[in-house]
């Protein structure tokens, strides 16, 4: 035996022993060594270390759609539910048995694997109302607006102001379902009997306030509007099994939204937003609840405000502690923040096309993220055929495998679109149809501001101004000092740079400094009059009391990406 091929069965041994696992895994291919797919080498990926999330990126036409349908159909094969979007109209296959060919059984005996025809158990979504699939919607109240302010493209400021109108129908309990809603918010504010509240609001100028109206009536005209409103879809329904407890493969069909990839990637987020504050903490699992593709991952990210990356890279820290892994699908991984990457252990990359110096820059940054070893990375992303990627994956310890340049495997569903016939029989016979098939216009904000009155922010009867008070002072600061003790979970102090309560000297109210330049808007959080005693006089304990108490009740009313809580899953 030479040194080459001593080399290459020490690597072969390598491999082999680098992804033997105990549990269940997905099986991905076989290794390739010195040119050739080693049948003994295989390649597989832990099924209880996909909530460490993944990336599926390379090259448009170098397989991404299909390895993701290979895994989906495991994934549901181990009684996983598995939700993707199908941007390109591609992925409904996944419902209808493949079919063998020669070629195809002979790629599979080259790995070691065979063909077997499967037919999987798909749910087809769609956004709004359509044909393709089941209706998906979201009321605007728990779209949040953060989210909305990425799909209105909003600058920092005008986001900042719709969270302050978002703030205020909350407050006035005035449920916003769609963007009629919303609009009657608005136009309310702008209003001379709204004038007011808007006053109140403090950071929303009206010329601010205007725009975001003009941008909401744009979205109605493109007929965005029938993705907002009720009923909402219920993201517990992704969780499903068939009668066969395999994972019901939720497959958002999108081909008609792929001019308008801001909308849908920002629909992903709801999703996954929605996920993430109603499911509880599950710790480490056997196997996934969920697993999430987000395909077209880079668009997430392009011209995302601060606020909505924080909000992405907080989620993907947060989220496998609830049993859901995140597969990102894109076309490089500098696509994605690098506190994102740092979150991704299993790495599917297929092939890195380098046309341009900025391309091979690009790849020089790929290769930095696989451990290294003795596989020539260069070679192998640059050179890797149609079905092919390099893989590193997180055995069941949580350490990374050797990185496999691997001839991948390929589904036993049917690759490309489904047969019209099939999908309609599925959506007409599907359980989700009585519950979302039908829109419903309830009462909401607009029914209430444009007639009806909206109902009035209870105000305790000793807080309305003129209401009698012989409280003692003392009591008073008994009473904030439990206040702020309940809110915190602990002892409270007196703030130490605030005035003392008995204090005569006049108090400073200014508004604070902003680094904004002056022809900025005011700050979104205006300073609130300092709370008084019934001597008139400052207190400070109240204050900061009911400072704790408002930002807990706006962490309580609002999650992460500003979308509202709205129901507790057991």
């Not at 497959?251 to 990637?265: I, Y």
Request: hydrophobic letters at 40%; one cysteine or more.
């Amino acid at each position: 035996m030479d040194m080459a091929e001593s080399t290459s069965q020490e690597n072969i041994t390598a491999l082999k022993d680098g992804y033997a696992f105990d549990g269940a895994c997905l099986e991905l291919g076989a290794a390739i060594v010195a040119g050739n797919p080693v049948a003994e080498a295989q390649v597989r990926v832990p099924l209880r270390m996909l909530n460490r999330h993944g990336i599926i990126a390379g090259a448009t036409g170098t397989g991404k759609t299909v390895t993701l349908q290979v895994m989906a159909e495991q994934l549901s094969a181990h009684g996983v539910p598995v939700f993707l979007a199908d941007i390109k109209g591609d992925l409904g296959g996944l419902a209808q048995e493949g079919a063998a060919s020669e070629k195809l059984t002979a790629r599979l005996s080259s790995i070691g694997h065979q063909f077997s025809a499967r037919a999987n158990p798909v749910e087809f979504l769609a956004l709004g109302e359509g044909n393709d699939g089941i209706s998906v919607r979201a009321t605007i109240d728990s779209f949040g607006p953060i989210l909305l302010s990425r799909v209105l493209e909003l600058n920092e400021t005008q986001e900042e102001c719709l969270q302050l109108v978002f703030h205020y129908a909350d407050q006035r309990e005035l449920p916003m379902d769609d963007l009629k809603d919303l609009k009657s918010v608005l136009s309310f504010l702008l209003s001379d009997e709204g004038k007011k509240d808007l006053e109140g609001l403090g950071g929303v100028p009206s010329a601010t306030a205007s725009v975001i109206l003009r941008g909401l009536t744009i979205l109605q005209s493109q007929g965005l509007d029938k993705f907002f409103g009720q009923p909402e879809f219920d993201t517990a329904d992704f969780l499903r099994f068939d009668e066969s407890d395999h994972g019901i493969i939720s497959c958002l069909e999108l081909p008609s939204l792929n001019r308008q990839p801001l909308l849908f990637s920002t629909f992903m987020m709801w999703l996954l937003a929605d996920l993430f504050e109603d499911l509880p903490e599950a710790g480490d699992l056997d196997k996934p609840k969920l697993v999430f593709f987000l395909d077209e991952a880079h668009l997430l990210f392009k011209d995302a405000s601060k606020a909505f990356v924080n909000a992405i890279i907080a989620t993907v820290r947060l989220i496998r502690s609830k049993g859901v892994g995140l597969f990102f699908v894109t076309q490089s991984p500098a696509d994605l923040p690098d506190e994102v990457l740092g979150q991704l252990g299993n790495r599917v990359q297929h092939a890195v096309r380098v046309f341009t110096p900025k391309d091979g820059e690009a790849l020089k940054a790929i290769i930095k993220t696989f451990p290294s070893g003795p596989l020539d990375l260069q070679q192998a992303l640059t050179q890797a055929s149609v079905g092919e990627a390099v893989i590193t994956v997180l055995n069941e310890r949580g350490a990374p495998t050797p990185v496999a340049w691997t001839k991948l495997t390929s589904p036993g569903s049917h690759i490309g679109p489904a047969a019209p016939e099939t999908q309609a029989a599925l959506i007409q016979s599907s359980a989700l149809a009585p519950k979302y098939g039908t829109a419903v216009d309830r009462r909401s904000a607009m029914e209430m501001l444009g007639g009806e009155p909206a109902p009035e922010v209870q105000v305790p009867a000793a807080a309305q101004p003129g209401a009698a008070d012989s409280s003692d002072p003392q009591d008073v600061d008994a009473e904030a000092q439990r206040i702020a003790d309940s809110i915190l979970g602990k002892t409270t102090t007196m703030p130490q740079n605030a005035p003392p309560a008995t204090g005569s000297g006049p108090v400073n109210t200014a508004t604070p400094s902003s680094s904004r330049t002056n022809s900025s808007p005011a700050p979104a959080n205006p300073p609130r009059e300092p709370a008084k005693s019934s001597n008139n006089q400052v207190n400070p304990l109240m204050d900061f009391a009911l400072d704790a108490a408002n930002s807990i009740g706006r962490e309580l009313l609002r999650g992460m990406f500003g979308t509202k809580r709205r129901r507790r899953r057991r």
